[in-house]
Structures are given as C-alpha cells and as structure tokens.
C-alpha cells in the first residue's frame, strides 16, 4: 500500500512537473500541429470558403495589431506587422510562375526575410508597436522590401545571379523544376536551421509564451515558403499564425490582470474572482511570512524578493485541492474548495514544515546574479543559511458568511497563530 501512494505520488509530481514545462508551448504546438493536420483538407474546401480563407489573415492580424498596441505587446503586434506584409507580398506578388528569373528571386528573398524577421522580433523588448523600437523594425523591413525592388528590377542579370547561387536545393531537388517538396534554396535551409535551433534553445531555457509563439510562428512562415505549391497554405498557416498571436495575446493579458509579477502565483483579483464561484462549501487559510520586516532590515529588499518567490514556490506545491495566491505584501491565501478545515490542516502543516526546514543559503551582496529572476537562495556560491518561517489562519466558510467574512476570520485565526509564538497554523 506505501509502495503503491509512494508510485502516485511520484507519478502526480512528474505528471505535474510535466504539465508546467509544457505550458508555454501549448499555443506555439497547437499552431504547428492544427497547420500540418488542416493543410490536406484545404484542397477540398469549396470556392467559397477559399476566398474567405484568403482574406482571413489580413483580419486577423489587423486585429492583432491592434489589440497588441492598445495592450502594450509589441512585439506580438510586431509580429502581426510582419505576418501581415510577407502575406500581402505573396498574395500580391507571387501569384505568378516561380520559374521565371524575376519572380523566383522575390520569392527566395522573402523565403528568407520573412522568417528572419520573426528571428529579430524574438530578441526584442517588450515596447508598444508605435515606438522607436517598432520604427526602427518598419525601417528594416522597408529597407529589405527597397533593396530587393531595386536590386531585381535596376541591377542587370541580378535575379538570374541569385538564382543560379542559390541553385542548390536540398533533397536532391531540380531547381528548374520548382514543383518539388522543399522549394528553400540549401543556403537558406542551412540558416533557418541554424537559428531555429537557436531559437529551440533559448525558448527550452526561457520557456516563455510569446517566444515560444514566435518561434512556431517562424517555422509556420519557414514551412509556407518550403511547401509553396500546396494549394492555399499561405492562407492557411498565415491564419493559423494570426490566431495563435491574437490567443498568446489574450493569454498574456489575462496574466498581466491576474498573475503576481514577483512570485508568478495568481493574485488578490484573482483570488476574488475564484471566490465568486467557489460555491458554499470551503475554506481559506491566510499564510504570513514571520519577521520579515527584520529579514528585509537585516538582509536587503531583493533578497526579501528571494524568499518571497520561495515561499510562494513552496506554497504553490500545496495538496489536497488547494490553491495558492499572493494576497499582497508578504501575505499568501491557500483556497480549499469543498474542504473542511480539518481536512485541509494536516496539508498546511505539510506546506509549514517544507518551507521552515527550507535551507534558504543567502548571498552577500556583490555575490547577487545580475539576472533578476535567477534564484539567488540555495546555491553554492551563497554564504549564510537561514531560515524562514510561516505563521496560517484557517476559516471554514459558516452559513451566510460571504468571502469577505470568510477572510477576515482566516485574518483573525492568523492573527492568533501570531501571539501563539508563530510558525503554526491556528483555526
Ligand atoms: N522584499 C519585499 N518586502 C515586502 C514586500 N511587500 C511587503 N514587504 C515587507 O514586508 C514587511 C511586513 O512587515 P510587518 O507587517 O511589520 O510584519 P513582520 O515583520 O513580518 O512581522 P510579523 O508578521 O508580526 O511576524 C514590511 O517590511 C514590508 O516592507 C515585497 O514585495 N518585497
């Protein structure tokens, strides 16, 4: 029987580990995967839905672009700029054979800027669509959109040259004939490659939404152009890529409204959001870091950031159903739905235990990453061990209490788990 909850447990924690890591790529593998299952069925779609289909992503990203100025994500907005222009040039442009000179040579340009551009807004700060940054992009597309007109169209044998250097095509391919499976020249090939696999690494380490979007949203546009003769991909994958910008967009602004910025739990709207549909049957456990007015004294603000990120990862683990929030300050909330208090102590004293036998390792000063939200505690390089400790209020929801009520009493039984010495959980 131990051996057995031993086996679920460890299963749960992996199974839970997993569903974490993962979360930020939700989005960028449901475009990849939605594109390349959707793309046989587009051949079938009738005349009708294929026009809509054509003119869908031109709504879609008009709609980004502005949502992303309004709600200050740039670079997802940038993005949209982007997707929005490549699309057009196709639309407009290339809808011609690709084995003449002129028109090849468009379309290998644009094969390799497109997605290099998604590869430079990947790297860029979050600022508004409408700054120096976001200018400064619309210059650098417009330079590459000049360059190639002038270069294609006023520098003699120019197209004939760059489709000769670029001749190569990987996988054997004839690159007069242009129907084939894999239309990006080698040398493009190779750099795609290249920085995809960089983009792969850093979004592995950063595992961040919008950067793991990008960086599908790249690959989208690299796959377009690669399998340019398979009827209405650019429509197809382009919409998919205005869609996955527009819900990492939507997904971002939740997160601003609701998650806490310092420790990542979600927050008080939160909190009170859950407590409008929580039913009648819970309760609320108010969680306080002890002393940490003489813990930021003695040790500094920043390293204070460092153990309230603790803190919150601790209280974060918390079992039986429960869910952490930060209150504000150096408060946390745990919500049992449909649990008695009792039910719920026994994982609060759990939750208690871990963070006070937490060997918390601070580092002086100077020795501080420069990196803000690199963890500082429980490394090597740190040199004094401390320890913290959480006092918790516990309240069952009473009949005709309404959540504020329900609060305030988890407030008072926190108050007394205070005077009763702290690092205890008084109901
Ligand atoms: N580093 C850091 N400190 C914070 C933050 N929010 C609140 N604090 C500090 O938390 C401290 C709370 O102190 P008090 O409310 O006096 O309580 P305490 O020192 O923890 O004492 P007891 O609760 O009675 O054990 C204050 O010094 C605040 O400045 C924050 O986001 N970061």
């Not at 057995?4 to 580990?17: I, N, V």
């Not at 960028?28 to 079938?44: M, S």
């Not at 398979?230 to 939507?250: H, Q, R």
Request: proline share 4%.
């Amino acid at each position: 029987m131990q051996a057995t909850l031993s086996f679920l447990s460890t299963f749960y924690q992996l199974g839970h580990s997993f569903w974490s890591a993962s979360r930020p790529w939700l989005i960028a593998v449901c475009l990849l995967v939605t594109a390349v299952l959707l793309l046989p069925a587009t051949g079938q779609l009738e005349n009708s839905h294929q026009v809509l289909l054509k003119y869908l992503p031109y709504g879609l990203s008009i709609i980004v672009i502005l949502l992303g100025q309004q709600f200050v994500q740039g670079r997802i907005a940038m993005a949209a700029v982007n997707l929005l222009i490549g699309y057009s040039i196709i639309q407009l442009h290339l809808q011609a054979p690709l084995n003449q000179d002129n028109t090849r040579a468009y379309f290998t340009l644009l094969s390799f800027y497109w997605p290099l551009n998604f590869f430079i807004i990947y790297w860029l700060p979050e600022r508004k669509l409408i700054s120096p940054l976001g200018c400064l992009l619309a210059a650098v597309i417009s330079l590459q959109i000049a360059s190639t007109y002038i270069f294609v169209h006023y520098v003699p044998d120019y197209a004939q040259t760059l489709n000769q250097y670029l001749a190569l095509y990987p996988f054997g391919q004839d690159p007069e004939d242009f129907m084939g499976n894999w239309h990006l020249p080698l040398a493009s090939t190779l750099t795609l490659l290249i920085i995809s696999l960089v983009l792969l690494t850093h979004t592995l380490i950063k595992r961040d939404r919008s950067h793991c979007v990008l960086f599908a949203s790249m690959i989208a546009c690299t796959l377009i152009c690669a399998s340019f003769d398979s009827n209405s991909i650019s429509s197809l994958f382009s919409s998919l890529i205005a869609c996955a910008l527009l819900v990492t967009l939507l997904f971002n602004s939740h997160d601003l409204a609701f998650l806490d910025e310092l420790t990542g739990l979600p927050g008080r709207r939160a909190l009170m959001n859950e407590l409008k549909h929580c039913g009648k049957h819970y309760c609320i456990v108010m969680a306080d870091i002890d002393f940490f007015k003489k813990f930021n004294d003695t040790h500094g603000h920043d390293t204070g950031d460092d153990v309230l990120r603790v803190v919150a990862q601790e209280l974060a683990k918390v079992r039986g159903g429960g869910t952490a929030f930060r209150y504000g300050g150096e408060e946390f909330t745990l919500l049992f739905k449909r649990k008695h208090a009792e039910e719920a102590e026994p994982f609060i004293e759990r939750i208690r235990q871990d963070i006070a036998d937490y060997p918390l390792i601070i580092r002086d000063q100077e020795n501080r990453p420069k990196i803000k939200n690199k963890r500082s505690l429980k490394s090597k390089a740190s040199t004094t061990q401390v320890q913290v400790t959480v006092s918790f209020g516990i309240a069952q929801r009473q009949a005709e209490q309404r959540p504020e009520d329900v609060m305030k009493s988890a407030d008072q039984a926190l108050y007394r788990a205070k005077e009763q010495g702290r690092n205890c959980i008084a109901v």
